[in-house]
């Protein structure tokens, strides 16, 4: 399934629906806490219920994060396009599109602290 392919899911109450239960269902993809997940979990459930709204549910949050947004060289669709021969190639591709997006931003303060891995 790829979101982009649907018109108006992207930012959407779907989109929220698929990011969330996939994190659920994956829990270690990208390393969210016990509390982060017992919240999505929550989220989930109230909007699916209808208690609580997308709108609502994003002003509870933190403000947006200063980051660049788009447009990019190469993106998850050109990914999903891949052989099993051709993948290795272009995830790297897509990961040095991004680097070289975002390199060529201008400086953010916490550009200087160092990896995490």
């Known amino acids: 399934m790829l979101e982009a392919t649907f018109p ?19 829990p270690d993809s990208i390393g969210l806490t016990a509390k982060a997940l017992q ?12 208690k609580l709204s997308l709108e609502l549910l994003r002003r509870q949050g933190e403000p947006p994060v200063d980051w ?14 891949a052989t099993a021969a051709s993948y290795p190639d272009l ?8 680097r070289g997006t975002l390199d ?7 550009d200087d602290r160092p990896s995490v891995c």
């Open 8 to 26: 108006g899911a992207a930012g959407s109450i779907l989109h929220f629906y698929a990011v969330a239960a996939y994190n659920l269902q994956h």
């Open 91 to 98: 995830v790297e591709d897509w990961a040095r599109g991004v």
């Open 68 to 81: 660049y947004r788009g447009p990019w060289k190469v993106n998850v669709v050109d990914v999903l396009t």
């Open 39 to 50: 919240s999505l979990r929550h989220n989930l459930a109230d909007v699916l219920d209808g």
């Open 104 to 110: 060529a931003q201008h400086k953010r303060p916490d």
